[in-house]
């Protein structure tokens, strides 16, 4: 089986922080990103740039990936949407999948969107059906799948019921994400098996915040359970400024080069996506979370014997 990495960082590693980036940066750091290899591209999310400056220039950066030359061959280019308005927005740049979702948990979903789970539901599933109307790719999660930082345990039949509503609609691509960081390994592939038991020729993906260190464990739970999409940032960034306790997510250079261990992924060029890390590290002045950016990799790149 072989994953595909997905990488946030540019939407959430970055949403949370409160140095605005330089838009020439960004488009740096997704140049190599896309030299690295790697699968998939989260630019940033349509949003309102008054309560979210970090994604102002979210247009801007689709807008130049979509220039002839300059859109990547192999690297699908994702954009986070939050209501019709933002769809027509990613619509009119160039955006190749959405990402769309709702939470599980009541609680965060109000204070991420201002509206119950419901509503948010009701919401969405226009958005998807637009948006494949319009030949993209979608991608709907669920939000807080494994806990929440407010109302502790998440009920597993109402992440299913979730994505029932979602597979009723054509929606086939379903991310699960742990929003508070709650998962654990068993919990994963339970939850996981529980999906494929509704549609076993879903595609699944995963999105793993690293709050109490369960990270890249959960990341090997879920592919035990068929997840062949992992999603992560790189040097660690990240975190959602709705939940109770922000924390980043797995990290990028650390999956990549847990990957590489066992054998997977030996085309990634993970010297680029340390790279990457360090700059960021530099640009906001402090230690990121990442392993392999402080330890350095004990495997080499695209085959060859250099190590890092």
């Known amino acids: 089986m072989?994953?595909?990495?997905?990488?946030?960082?540019?939407?959430?590693?970055?949403?949370?922080?409160?140095?605005?980036?330089?838009?020439?940066?960004?488009?740096?750091?997704?140049?190599?990103?896309?030299r690295s290899g790697i699968d998939g591209i989260q630019l940033g999310s349509f949003v309102h740039p008054a309560k979210v400056p970090q994604m102002a220039?979210?247009?801007?950066?689709?807008?130049?990936?979509?220039?002839?030359?300059?859109?990547?061959?192999?690297?699908?280019?994702?954009?986070?949407?939050?209501?019709e308005k933002g769809l027509d927005r990613g619509l009119s740049c160039g955006v190749q999948m959405f990402c769309m979702g709702v939470s599980a948990s009541?609680?965060?979903?109000?204070?991420?969107?201002?509206?119950?789970?419901?509503?948010?539901?009701k919401q969405i599933v226009p958005m998807a059906k637009k948006a494949l109307?319009?030949?993209?790719?979608?991608q709907a999660s669920v939000q807080s799948a494994f806990g929440c930082g407010f109302e502790g345990v998440i009920p597993p039949e109402r992440v299913v019921?979730?994505?029932?509503?979602?597979?009723?609609?054509?929606?086939?691509?379903?991310s699960l994400a742990d929003t508070a960081g709650h998962a654990n390994p068993p919990q994963v592939e339970a939850l996981f098996a529980a999906i494929r038991e509704v549609d076993p020729s879903v595609e699944l993906a995963c999105h793993f915040h690293n709050t109490f260190g369960l990270g890249l464990a959960n990341c090997y739970a879920a592919m035990r359970a068929g997840v062949t999409h992992l999603e992560s940032a790189f040097g660690g960034l990240g975190?959602?400024?709705?939940?109770?306790?922000?924390a980043g997510n797995v990290c990028t250079e650390d999956l990549v080069h847990s990957l590489q261990r066992m054998g997977m992924r030996l085309d990634l060029r993970l010297d680029l996506l340390i790279d990457i890390a360090r700059e960021a590290g530099q640009l906001f002045c402090r230690d990121l979370p990442g392993f392999i950016l402080k330890s350095g990799s004990i495997v080499g790149f695209s085959g060859s014997a250099k190590e890092q």
């Open 57 to 83: 220039d979210t247009d801007k950066l689709f807008a130049y990936f979509s220039q002839p030359g300059r859109n990547p061959e192999r690297t699908i280019l994702s954009g986070l949407v939050l209501n």
């Open 2 to 34: 072989e994953v595909r990495i997905h990488d946030v960082g540019l939407r959430d590693g970055l949403q949370i922080e409160k140095q605005i980036v330089p838009t020439e940066k960004k488009i740096a750091w997704a140049e190599a990103l896309i």
């Open 106 to 121: 009541e609680t965060h979903s109000r204070k991420n969107v201002g509206a119950g789970t419901e509503d948010a539901i």
């Open 161 to 174: 019921g979730i994505v029932k509503r979602y597979l009723e609609v054509g929606v086939t691509n379903i």
């Open 133 to 138: 109307a319009a030949g993209k790719r979608v």
């Open 239 to 246: 975190g959602c400024p709705f939940t109770k306790a922000a």
